[in-house]
């Protein structure tokens, strides 16, 4: 008896809501302290619960159905088989002054999808919009799909973390206020007439969002241009780059892209299996402005715009990523102190940002479009490697910028300048002794790539040699961090 109502005080909700179809059975235990409006499928919830968390357990169907929250407190919201589909506007829109979890229950699949995103004043352009923290959990499965324009799929201006669940986001809609960028057309970005120059001085219409006007720095090389061994970096040698320049063309800025994962905070990701998909020109799939943590779990993104974005430190901690843009950069760091700060900062000084650390895991980055986008572009600020595995491949710039020092790579890591990708054949990396290391198969061809590659098994010292369709490479590494033409 004593541990029946053990589970009964475990398992109960205060609120439980049922969908079905244009209307919703509530259940309410907490009417004291919680006030409920319910029109048709939609139900609106405040909550003045402050100490105490209040629970809700979502259930049923509705194709034109919306959850809103307001919270004084910390609330959990648990999906038990829920597909919820709201024609506007987020159909799990939460007011959240502290932490929301989000549960997908143990062995539950649950679909929550958004088909526009007109009324943004009013329904925010998102599948799950929060204005507080997020952590999304619980063993089952959660789909997350936006096809309506400008609609993203997660949205949080705190921090998002992820962990244990099975999390699929989807976006397929058109962005909502296309801006022209400055490649493309118009020749180098900021040059010619354009009214954003200051004193005399052009200001590129750069996409991201942390860029402002006024503040375009050159880069610090340190009084002299990279090396790039005699000729310049593989521009316009590949098929699926536009006028032959790759990323230089038909870029633009997007107010309501079609992101995957968007926080104005940090994203987290512990544990679970994630995976991202966006569709259209302009959308990220993973943008943390404060930073992305990758501490475990396996997760898949393919973007047509930077597959993961911070404005801050990308770290690689545990997990097994693989990060796929077919239209930009596969990771993208731009730390404060990075490439796009003011004239004299030398972002390569031991006072800048760190970009992008890798720890541990498993990396594999991806760039199709060829010169000057990159598997790991941390714009001239430091990369760190300490450990993980690492096989990046993009257009690249040279040496230039997104490769780390012999102080900054712990691990030996080797750049590959000039390696030829085939679509679907695998590339192996073996010892001398013909033990293979590594093997990955790469979903897309790039002629003469530049490639970032590190193991746990690399030692300095020691010869090893990749093999790829129709090229083979053997190389010593002599210093922490090697250079391969």
């Known amino acids: 008896m004593i541990a029946l109502m053990m589970s009964c005080v475990c398992h109960?909700?205060?609120?439980?809501?049922?969908?079905?179809?244009?209307?919703?059975?509530?259940?309410?235990?907490?009417?004291?302290?919680?006030?409920?409006?319910?029109?048709?499928?939609?139900?609106e919830i405040e909550s003045l619960y402050n100490s105490k968390k209040l629970t809700l357990l979502l259930t049923g169907k509705s194709d034109d159905g919306q959850l809103m929250l307001k919270t004084a407190g910390k609330a959990k919201v648990k999906f038990d088989g829920l597909t919820l589909t709201s024609l506007e506007g987020a159909p799990l829109w939460l007011k959240n002054k502290k932490k929301v979890e989000v549960v997908a229950t143990k062995?539950?699949?649950?679909?929550?999808?958004?088909?526009?995103?007109?009324?943004?004043?009013?329904?925010?352009?998102?599948?799950?919009?929060?204005?507080?923290?997020?952590?999304?959990?619980?063993?089952?499965t959660l789909n997350v799909i936006a096809t309506g324009d400008g609609c993203r799929g997660i949205k949080s201006k705190k921090d998002i973390t992820i962990e244990e669940l099975t999390l699929n986001v989807s976006t397929s809609g058109n962005n909502l206020g296309e801006k022209p960028f400055g490649f493309g057309g118009e020749g180098f970005p900021g040059f010619g007439n354009d009214s954003t120059m200051q004193g005399g001085f052009p200001m590129p219409p750069f996409s991201n969002d942390s860029i402002k006007p006024g503040n375009f720095p050159m880069p610090n090389f340190g009084g002299q241009m990279p090396d790039f061994g005699g000729q310049m970096p593989p521009f316009g040698n590949d098929s699926t780059m536009e006028e032959g320049m790759g990323g230089f063309t038909g870029k633009h800025k997007y107010v309501a892209?079609?992101?995957?994962?968007?926080?104005?905070?940090?994203?987290?990701?512990?544990?679970?299996?994630?995976?991202v998909r966006t569709s259209t020109p302009g959308a990220e799939g993973i943008e943390g402005k404060q930073g992305v943590a990758f501490n475990g779990g396996k997760v898949d993104v393919l973007a047509t715009d930077d597959a993961v974005n911070a404005n801050a430190t990308i770290e690689f901690n545990g997990a097994h990523v693989t990060a796929r843009s077919t239209g930009n950069d596969a990771v993208d760091a731009n730390p404060k102190t990075g490439f796009f700060t003011p004239f004299g900062n030398n972002a390569n000084s031991e006072e800048a940002d760190t970009a992008i650390v890798v720890r541990g895991g498993s990396v594999y980055a991806w760039s199709q479009v060829g010169s000057p986008e990159e598997g790991l572009d941390c714009d001239f600020s430091p990369i760190v490697i300490e450990g993980g595995t690492i096989f990046s491949v993009g257009g690249g710039m040279g040496e230039m910028p997104s490769v780390p020092t012999n102080a900054t790579a712990k691990q030996p890591t080797v750049l590959l300048i000039g390696l030829n990708i085939t679509k679907d054949e695998p590339i192996t990396i073996c010892d001398a002794s013909g033990k293979c290391l590594d093997t990955i198969t790469i979903p897309f061809s790039l002629r003469r790539s530049a490639s970032l590659v590190t193991c746990p098994a690399f030692k300095l010292g020691k010869t090893y040699t990749v093999n790829t369709k129709g090229y083979e490479k053997t190389f010593t590494l002599n210093g922490p961090f090697t250079t391969i033409r």
């Open 12 to 43: 109960a909700e205060d609120i439980t809501i049922r969908f079905d179809g244009t209307k919703v059975k509530v259940k309410n235990s907490a009417q004291d302290s919680v006030n409920v409006t319910v029109r048709g499928a939609n139900v």
């Open 107 to 140: 062995g539950t699949k649950n679909t929550l999808t958004i088909t526009a995103c007109n009324d943004t004043a009013n329904h925010k352009a998102a599948t799950i919009w929060a204005k507080g923290k997020l952590l999304f959990s619980g063993k089952g």
């Open 257 to 275: 892209s079609t992101k995957g994962i968007a926080s104005k905070g940090k994203i987290t990701i512990n544990s679970g299996v994630v995976t």
